[in-house]
């Protein structure tokens, strides 16, 4: 099973933001700064939007972002919009070189 | 731009071997720090780390799967390939392929995925 805890869902009304977590251990999260963060679209492939806890890749929108607290890492997005409706994932470097993901979550724009 | 496509056979019995190849245009992934990976996604909906492949044949995998799965990469082709022996229903998902920033470890861009399903 996944080694990383996010929430099942979240939803939000359009313009207001939300927070996704991601909650792991010193193993992962805690110890080390390599968070990424997946979008995915139904039957898509999952596109990376966030690394390194906080850094967009070119082209990924100002209202995404990212942060890290400890064993648990946080996406917000600002501003929501009916095209954030998706699932998002995170992922993270280990301390023993591996690579692990949450469990995903899935945002609803009501 | 790199674009990654991942192909193979959608169905297989238990106890079968799976064979999957992705193919890589637009780019390479055997520069710097990067690699070839392999991730899957349960019907559930997680995704799963399988491992990784460096341009000189280093490969990297899930202990869990590490005595089933193999990599390899053939440069020449723009290609790599997993191998995963021994399948059960609990090999059933969607796989990707994509390429890894082994440094930082994140994944992109993300292939096609390429849909398995496992049943006798």
């Known amino acids: 099973q996944p080694a990383l805890a996010q929430p099942a869902a979240v939803s939000g009304s359009p313009g207001q933001s939300i927070t996704i977590s991601c909650t792991g251990t010193s193993d992962d999260v805690g110890g080390n700064d390599h968070v990424s963060w997946y979008q995915q679209h139904p039957g898509e492939a999952p596109k990376l939007i966030i690394y390194?806890?906080?850094n967009r890749p070119s082209g990924v929108s100002y209202r995404l972002s990212g942060s890290k607290s400890g064993n648990t890492a946080s996406l917000t997005i600002s501003g929501l919009q009916a095209e954030d409706e998706a699932d998002y994932f995170c992922?993270?470097?280990?301390?023993?070189?591996?690579?692990?993901f949450g469990s995903g979550t899935q945002v609803t724009v009501l | 731009q790199l674009q990654l496509q991942a192909s193979g056979p959608g169905l297989l019995k238990p106890s079968e071997t799976l064979s999957l190849t992705c193919s890589f245009s637009g780019g390479s992934i055997a520069t710097g720090s990067y690699y070839g990976a392999w991730i899957r996604q349960s019907p559930g909906g997680g995704l799963e780390w399988i491992g990784s492949v460096y341009y000189s044949g280093t490969t990297y995998f899930k202990p869990s799967l590490n005595s089933r799965a193999s990599i390899s990469i053939d440069t020449s082709k723009n290609r790599f390939s997993l191998t995963l022996t021994s399948v059960t229903a609990a090999d059933t998902a969607v796989y990707y392929c994509?390429?890894?920033?082994?440094?930082?470890?994140?994944?992109?861009?993300w292939g096609q995925g390429t849909p398995v399903t496992v049943s006798s």
């Open positions: 994509a390429r890894e920033n082994w440094a930082e470890g994140w994944f992109d861009p």
């Open positions: 992922g993270s470097y280990t301390t023993n070189g591996m690579r692990v």
């Open positions: 390194d806890v906080a």
